[in-house]
């Protein structure tokens, strides 16, 4: 193997080590889907089809993971979901 091919296949490891974190909406008896849907196009730039299946998906199993990426860019809007009344962690 060729130095170049090394380098290559060195940098294609380092992006697969890149840890993924995932927000998880939990289901509550508080907030309408409206809200919910509403809440997630605008903070998690949802469709309003994926909006609505992840809310279904946490009015019937009582969680849905509705973003997945880096800590850093998870956090800030994990807190928006929670200031908007949401039930949601990162794990």
Do not use: W
Not at 61 to 68: A, I, L, R
Request: charged residues 25%; contains cysteine.
């Amino acid at each position: 193997m060729g130095t170049r091919e090394k380098e290559s296949e060195d940098l294609l490891l380092e992006e697969e080590v890149v840890e993924q974190n995932e927000i998880v909406l939990f289901n509550d008896n508080v907030n309408t889907f409206d809200h919910v849907i509403e809440t997630l196009i605008k903070v998690c730039e949802h469709t309003p089809e994926q909006a609505e299946q992840c809310s279904l998906i946490v009015h019937y199993n009582g969680k849905c993971t509705v973003k997945t990426g880096e800590y850093s860019y998870l956090e800030p809007k994990c807190s928006q979901l929670l200031e908007a009344g949401l039930s949601a962690e990162i794990v």
